[in-house]
């Protein structure tokens, strides 16, 4: 555990309260009047009011639209139903700032539906709302479809025999052995889009400003510590309470009922009802996954002169001085894939020492440690970027003008889906098989080589698929401390959009687009090598 501890005390714990620190506290003690007055301001109300309402709104929508197809992947046997699962598991690793690049060409000016229809849905609530379900639709998909397809569905069917009808037999039996699934992957979709930045960035426009985007246009834009620091701490009293609820309900899940194996209970559609369910659910996948990502490729090679390679080309230069970078936009493919590799090697060490901590150990302290490597998802991201710059510039991490900053913010939101993906595995591994080495003369480090590491090998490689796309795509702490002659992609994609200009435009579509494929083959590799019990994600 000390690795991991040491690694969040430094760099997660540090920063966040030193951001804190410096908002609240002055020569004269700690102001924390400045609460009350910052959270009774009509202004930031209207902010935690919205961030609340499309959070819940997002939620609701996602559960209403994903459920069916958390169904037809769990019950149903179908052509294809290994690429489509791959399909809409793609949108969950995307960065946030491809999700919105991808839907403002679908939805805003010059977009395809202004094009085809006349109709904007750009700085509107319905943009932002239908950008989070597209993101979190694999949450629900793979949370409770997982957990729906070690059902046993001879319990519902012995209850139609003694009498129910199929709804009643499915609220009473089935509902409640995924309620527990639902939940979890309910609270998953509301912290991923309570915590929303990227997505409310770009589709929002001034209008709309969840605490994530506040807080960022109070650090980076209004330099009001204070007004900052009070709304980090409301995010994280939120963000820690909900994945407090999640533990449990992740519990809950486990002990729901005796699970079967999955391809006990797939099979092929039938009758007219379950194949219009699963065509449904292909049109479902079509709208709102792979129509945006095609929109986003079509506009990457639309170019004034007709279709072609003129955005791609764009990025192999720098431009003059009037441009967005001091360095071709080409050059950030190679920075993120070099940073993310770097997080990833980081994430791995620090979340698989972690998981191995905790199949060793109980007790409150263990659940608290789990607790803590989950909290990067809660907290604002803007919040631990701008926290690096102002704590790690001094002897001994003098870091400020290091590269090495870009990975470690990187690795924190990745260290969370290491964990999860092989704690479930690593509490599998019989401790008798350790026994066993060690009473055959094997050193833990020996038994550890030859008894886990070959069991929680497929699960080490999915880690290190999930670390490397969720490190690939982290926007909120990295826009902080890319250095200009050194963007990632999505720091780049961003500061494209915020210029105008045509060729802006496309060029951020092209870097999206490349940004998107690199996720999606990543992605795919991993759905090669993944097993079902890989872990919760």
């Avoid at 005796?258 to 194949?275: E, F, H, I, N, Y």
Wanted: with cysteine; charged share 15%; glycine share 10%.
């Amino acid at each position: 555990m000390a690795v991991p501890v040491a690694f969040f005390t430094v760099f997660f714990a540090y920063p966040v309260s030193a951001i804190v620190g410096r908002g609240l506290k002055t020569d004269e003690g700690w102001q924390f009047g400045r609460i009350g007055e910052v959270l009774s301001r009509p202004d930031i109300l209207d902010v935690l009011w919205f961030t609340t309402w499309q959070a819940l709104a997002s939620t609701a929508l996602t559960l209403l639209i994903a459920l069916p197809g958390a169904y037809v992947f769990a019950r149903f046997d179908f052509p294809g139903k290994q690429v489509l699962r791959a399909v809409v598991t793609v949108p969950f690793v995307l960065p946030t700032v491809v999700v919105g690049t991808a839907f403002l060409a679908l939805l805003g000016r010059g977009g395809f539906l202004d094009e085809l229809w006349g109709v904007r849905l750009d700085t509107t609530v319905w943009a932002i709302l239908l950008a989070h379900v597209f993101f979190n639709y694999a949450v629900v998909v793979r949370t409770v479809g997982g957990l729906w397809s070690q059902l046993d569905p001879r319990q519902e069917e012995a209850a139609r025999v003694l009498g129910a009808g199929r709804f009643a037999a499915w609220r009473r039996v089935t509902l409640p052995a995924l309620g527990p699934a639902v939940a979890a992957a309910a609270l998953m979709v509301f912290l991923f889009t309570f915590t929303s930045f990227g997505v409310v960035q770009i589709l929002g426009g001034p209008s709309y400003s969840t605490l994530e985007v506040e807080v960022y246009r109070q650090t980076a834009q209004l330099l009001d510590l204070p007004t900052a620091a009070v709304l980090t701490m409301v995010q994280f009293v939120a963000g820690g309470a909900i994945l407090a609820v999640h533990a449990v309900t992740v519990r809950r899940r486990e002990r729901a009922l005796k699970l079967v194996d999955p391809a006990q209970t797939s099979r092929r559609p039938r009758g007219a009802g379950q194949w219009a369910l699963l065509g449904g659910v292909l049109l479902t996948a079509l709208l709102l996954i792979l129509l945006p990502l095609g929109v986003l490729v079509e506009r990457s090679f639309d170019g004034p002169g007709g279709y072609g390679l003129g955005y791609y080309e764009a990025l192999q230069s720098a431009g003059g001085s009037g441009s967005t970078f001091l360095v071709p936009p080409l050059e950030a493919v190679g920075n993120s894939l070099r940073y993310a590799f770097v997080a990833t090697l980081i994430a791995l060490v620090v979340g698989g020492l972690a998981a191995a901590a905790l199949t060793r150990r109980a007790g409150p302290l263990v659940r608290g440690f789990d607790a803590l490597l989950m909290l990067p998802l809660g907290v604002s991201a803007v919040t631990v970027g701008f926290g690096f710059l102002i704590t790690l510039d001094e002897p001994p991490l003098d870091l400020r003008t290091s590269w090495i900053l870009v990975p470690l913010a990187q690795a924190l939101v990745g260290v969370p889906f290491v964990v999860r993906t092989m704690l479930p595995v690593l509490r599998a591994v019989d401790d008798r098989l350790r026994e066993a080495a060690a009473a055959l003369g094997a050193s833990p480090l020996r038994a550890w080589r030859e008894v886990d590491l070959p069991l929680v090998r497929r699960a080490v490689l999915v880690a290190a698929g999930f670390a490397f796309a969720v490190s690939l795509g982290e926007f909120g702490a990295t826009v902080f401390i890319a250095r200009p002659d050194n963007p990632t992609l999505p720091v780049a994609v961003a500061r494209l959009l915020g210029r105008s200009g045509e060729l802006n435009y496309g060029q951020a579509m092209a870097l999206s687009t490349i940004l998107m494929l690199v996720c999606a083959v990543s992605l795919l590799l991993l759905e090669r090598i993944r097993t079902d019990r890989s872990g919760e994600f």
